[in-house]
C-alpha cells in the first residue's frame, strides 16, 4: 500500500508578515526554516532508502 495517497490535502502555510519582524527575529525564523527543511531532507532520504529496499527485494522474488 502506497502511504503518499493517504497524506492529507494540502494547505498553503501561513506567511509572516516579514516587516513587522526585527532584524534578529528574521535571523531566528531562517535558522527555524532551515531546520525544518533539514529535517523534511531526512525524511526524504529515509523514504527513498526504505523504497529502494523494497524495489530491491522484490525483484530477486
Known amino acids: 500500500m502506497d502511504t503518499d495517497d493517504l497524506e492529507p ?3 498553503k502555510p501561513v506567511l509572516r508578515d516579514l516587516e513587522i519582524m526585527s532584524i534578529e527575529a528574521l535571523k531566528d525564523y531562517i535558522a527555524d526554516l532551515t531546520a525544518e527543511i533539514r529535517r523534511v531532507e531526512g525524511m526524504i532520504a529515509s523514504k527513498e ?3 529502494a529496499g523494497a524495489e ?3 525483484k530477486k522474488a
Open 9 to 11: 490535502i494540502k494547505k
Open 49 to 51: 532508502k526504505a523504497r
Open 56 to 58: 530491491s527485494f522484490f
